[in-house]
């Protein structure tokens, strides 16, 4: 796998693409800055075949509806983000496939697996990737995402534990902030630790 991480937009959301070794891409939460990402795509040479969305906030899908003009791909989502109030998606989100729970999407010979991790929002998802743990929102190094911007604390505290819970290690790469990896997460993380009462 070959990652190239962008930092896009005042939010300074991380806007990832993928490829496989051939350069069969896909683009995770491009927020902002459609004609930087569309520059980054050609200097390497990549063939988009889809976008993927870990959840609906405008400042991960801003560059959403320019890019698949230029690159005709399809945009995933997991269909609970569609019930977004317009003030937390400012009416960009598009999407024309849906994922969830378990679901493998193939792109090129990398294959992403769909995990469902509500909290940050009721659609937040994370995806798996050969060694490589993509967690939008939900966990940062050190922390978690916000969860009053259409979420809830319980759900995100039930999804990392979700996430703590998977078998190995991965590098974890976040919506915002630095890159860290689910052990040290394991091991620090005050948000995995907390206990919750439903
Ligand atoms: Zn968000």
């Known amino acids: 796998m070959k990652l190239y991480t962008l930092v896009l937009g005042d939010y300074q959301v991380n806007c990832y693409l993928v490829s496989d070794e051939v350069g069969r891409a896909v683009i995770i939460d491009p927020g902002y800055e459609p004609e930087r990402i569309l520059r980054a795509v050609k200097e390497r040479n990549l063939e988009v075949k889809a976008i993927f969305l870990t959840h609906g906030h405008f400042d991960h899908i801003g560059a959403v509806k ?3 003009q230029a690159l ?3 945009v995933y989502v997991h269909p609970k983000e569609a019930t977004l109030p317009p003030y937390l998606t400012q009416g960009l989100l598009w999407f024309n496939e849906e994922y969830a729970e378990g ?7 990398l294959s992403f697996r769909v995990i469902e991790t509500p ?3 009721n659609g937040s998802v994370c995806l798996l990737c ?3 743990l993509f967690s939008g929102d939900t966990l940062f190094a ?4 916000r969860t009053d911007l ?3 604390m319980l759900d995100m505290l039930a999804s990392l534990k979700k996430l703590a819970a998977l078998e190995g290690n991965y590098r974890v ?3 915002h902030g630095p890159e860290t990896d689910l052990d040290t997460e394991r091991r620090e993380n005050p948000y995995i630790h907390q206990r919750s009462f439903r």
């Open 66 to 68: 320019p890019l698949v």
């Open 72 to 74: 005709q791909c399809p």
């Open 103 to 109: 679901d493998v999407v193939s792109v090129g010979d």
């Open 119 to 121: 909290g940050h929002t």
């Open 130 to 132: 050969e060694d490589h």
């Open 142 to 145: 050190g922390s978690c995402g």
């Open 150 to 152: 259409g979420g809830s």
């Open 173 to 175: 790469h976040c919506g």
